[in-house]
Nanobody, 114 residues
Framework: VQLQASGGGLVQAGGSLRLSCSAS???????LGWYRQAPGKQRELVAMILRGETTRYADSVKGRFTISTENTANAVYLQMNSLKSEDTAVYYCYLEDVYSVEYWGQGTQVTVSS
């Protein structure tokens, strides 16, 4: 299973970015999501979709970020609006299959300038 993330970049505070992640290989998806890791900090959950229906967001991004999926493409997206400098991090897409095996993408850098 491989996850390929894209869409990161440099944006000014208040701006928007859309991250994309496509999964390839053999799997049955249980959960798709995004985590992030800022310098000197632990990796943290940003958003996830469980079984294609239930969404969860970190409190810090609620109302600003939206996670979505495209099942036919085995893809997950993260629309990020009203970006803040504290959103600066490497963002990783994540897949957990029905056997609770976890897979991670390579990470994409998001930098928000204030």
């Amino acid at each position: 299973v491989q996850l390929q993330a894209s869409g990161g970049g440099l944006v000014q505070a208040g701006g928007s970015l859309r991250l994309s992640c496509s999964a390839s290989g053999s799997f049955v998806i249980s959960t798709l999501g995004w985590y992030r890791q800022a310098p000197g900090k632990q990796r943290e959950l940003v958003a996830m979709i469980l079984r294609g229906e239930t969404t969860r967001y970190a409190d810090s991004v609620k109302g600003r970020f939206t996670i979505s999926t495209e099942n036919t493409a085995n893809a997950v997206y993260l629309q990020m609006n009203s970006l803040k400098s504290e959103d600066t991090a490497v963002y990783y897409c994540y897949l957990e299959d029905v056997y609770s095996v976890e897979y991670w993408g390579q990470g994409t850098q998001v930098t928000v300038s204030s």
